[in-house]
Nanobody, 115 residues
């Protein structure tokens, strides 16, 4: 069982920045994809950004140009750098790790954008 530990959430003012980290308990070298989802109150969970084993990235339209996903394979960690944050980015952010045969989720970290 792979554990995912997220960190970096918190309260930030509009226009501010945060960096989320997701550390896996095992190697991510052979992963299919690793990414971040978010779920705001009353809304469905949505994919925010992801990165494949080959390094290809995906961003949902609303965060393009503001968020950057990256990985450090040696540290088994994926990052989400979030800039120019908006109140509508407020949500619980969940880390996801996908292999061919299994998917794993973190417990989530709260991001609140408010003045």
């Amino acid at each position: 069982q792979v554990r995912l530990v997220e960190s970096g959430g918190g309260l930030v003012q509009p226009g501010g920045s945060l960096r989320l980290s997701c550390a896996a308990s095992e190697s991510i070298f052979n992963m299919n994809t690793m990414g971040w989802y978010r779920q705001a109150p009353g809304k469905e969970r949505e994919l925010v950004a992801s990165i494949t084993g080959g390094g290809s990235t995906y961003y949902t339209y609303s965060v393009k140009g503001r968020f950057t996903i990256s990985r450090d394979i040696a540290k088994n960690t994926v990052y989400l750098q979030m800039s120019s944050l908006k109140p509508e980015d407020t949500a619980v952010y969940y880390c996801h790790l996908g292999f061919i045969s299994n998917n794993y989720w973190g417990h989530g970290t709260q991001v609140t954008v408010s003045s």
